[in-house]
């Protein structure tokens, strides 16, 4: 499992950037994938979920601001991120995400490396 997520960076409060996460293409055809975030001393958290055809889910946090997006003919998943907030310093991962239990777990224990976000105030 290859997961390789990139556009991160420095931004001010009220800006903008867009992530990408290319998948190994045997793995990309999962139903449902998501972008997770993980900021300092906290624990990972789901940000957003998109399945091949159907409604994308967003946590609350970010609704109305980040806008998920996968373009599978390339293996890809996006995240428009608008209107970004000092709290959304994080490392954003994708993964794959499968629904049991009430809820969206991530599908593999591989990560990858993430892309850090940092927003300053």
């Known amino acids: 499992v290859q997961l390789q997520a990139s556009g991160g960076g420095l931004v001010q409060a009220g800006g903008s950037l867009r992530l990408s996460c290319a998948a190994s293409?045997?793995?990309?055809?999962?139903?449902?994938w998501g972008w997770y975030r993980q900021a300092p001393g906290k624990q990972r958290e789901l940000v957003a979920t998109?399945?091949?055809?159907?409604?994308?889910n967003y946590a609350d946090s970010v609704k109305g601001r980040f806008t998920i997006s996968r373009d599978n003919a390339k293996n890809t998943v996006y995240l428009q991120m608008n209107s970004l907030k000092p709290e959304g310093t994080a490392v954003y991962y994708c993964?794959?995400?499968?629904?049991?239990?009430?809820?969206?777990?991530?599908?593999?224990?591989?990560w990858g490396q993430g892309t850090l976000v940092t927003v300053s105030s």
């Open positions: 993964n794959a995400a499968l629904y049991y239990g009430g809820s969206y777990h991530p599908q593999f224990s591989s």
């Open positions: 293409g045997s793995i990309f055809s999962r139903d449902v």
């Open positions: 998109i399945p091949t055809g159907g409604i994308t």
